[in-house]
């Protein structure tokens, strides 16, 4: 029991100095300020620094919040960006293959009206053989759209080849650089008759061959357009081939031989027209 009143006895003290001290507190602070100057400016010169570099800490700790509130919206306006701009490639891309699908078009268009006394039908290539070549290739026309073996392929400003076999929906092309082909031709100027073969080695530094041309009045240049020859069995007259890029004479001293520059691209088919119509021909 004593101990308890000897705890509550110091509580009190306690207390009464503490209202002691706040008692003279607000005495002092009613009295001329000029006596407590000098304890107010060593207190100023105490406090001032620590409260400044309380402030500079508050406002370095504001800034720092701030610097990752901005780097989590860059971040969010950074994927943002990042998925717009995947969207506007793909666009672009679209773009670009739809200008790039017309522009063949365009060229399909310009083919149709050079042939225009013949029937066709559009046509793109579905399938080809393995290699870089479109030696021998697959289209989505067949028999329901009019299309029999032996009508003739074009595109690109020219002979493609020719049709080998249909289904009702495909048909198959086997084009003038296979090693299969042979193609009756004529040299545009002169109706002088020769002979394109196919050959693949030949097309990978873009020739053909031409054989057995008769050039008995030496009238045939390099750079003479050969097209097909109206005595082919299976080609119809008129249409462009190539363009002679070398001539030689044979050891007979008769005819001739060389090498054409064929006009279609035979690397990058796509489209392509099959004329409806078969050469006539007599029995």
């Known amino acids: 029991m004593k101990k308890k009143t000897n705890d509550n006895l110091k509580n009190k003290y306690l207390l009464i100095g503490l209202s002691v001290f706040c008692v003279l507190l607000i005495v002092v602070s009613f009295l001329d300020g000029s006596i407590f100057s000098p304890v107010k400016q060593a207190s100023g010169f105490l406090i001032t620094p620590v ?138 100027t002169t109706s002088d008759q020769c002979i394109i073969a196919g050959d693949l080695r030949l097309i990978d530094e873009g020739s053909l061959n031409l054989v057995k041309l008769t050039d008995a009045d030496n009238k045939v240049h390099v750079g003479d357009k050969v097209v097909t020859s109206y005595i082919s069995e299976k080609f119809l007259p008129g249409i462009l081939i190539g363009y002679i890029s070398e001539l030689n004479n044979d050891a007979n001293n008769l005819t001739k031989s060389g090498y054409i520059t064929p006009v279609v691209d035979f690397r990058h088919l796509q489209e392509v027209l099959v004329i409806l119509e078969l050469k006539e021909t007599v029995e």
Not at 107 to 135: C, H, M, P, T
């Open 51 to 188: 409260q400044k570099g309380i402030n500079g800490f508050g406002t370095w700790m504001s800034g720092l919040t701030d610097n990752f509130d901005d780097a989590q919206t860059l971040r969010e306006e950074n994927k943002e960006l990042k998925a717009r701009v995947d969207s506007l490639t793909e666009e672009n891309s679209q773009l670009i293959q739809d200008k790039e699908e017309l522009q063949r078009l365009r060229e399909l268009y310009k083919l149709d009206e050079q042939y225009a006394e013949y029937d066709k039908v559009g046509a793109r290539i579905i399938a080809k053989e393995s290699g870089n070549w479109f030696q021998l290739f697959t289209i989505d026309k067949g028999s329901d759209d009019g299309i029999k073996p032996d009508m003739n392929v074009i595109s690109d400003g020219g002979l493609v080849g020719i049709v080998t076999e249909t289904g009702p929906n495909w048909s198959t092309v086997r084009s003038i650089i296979d090693d299969n082909s042979n193609v009756s031709a004529m040299v545009s």
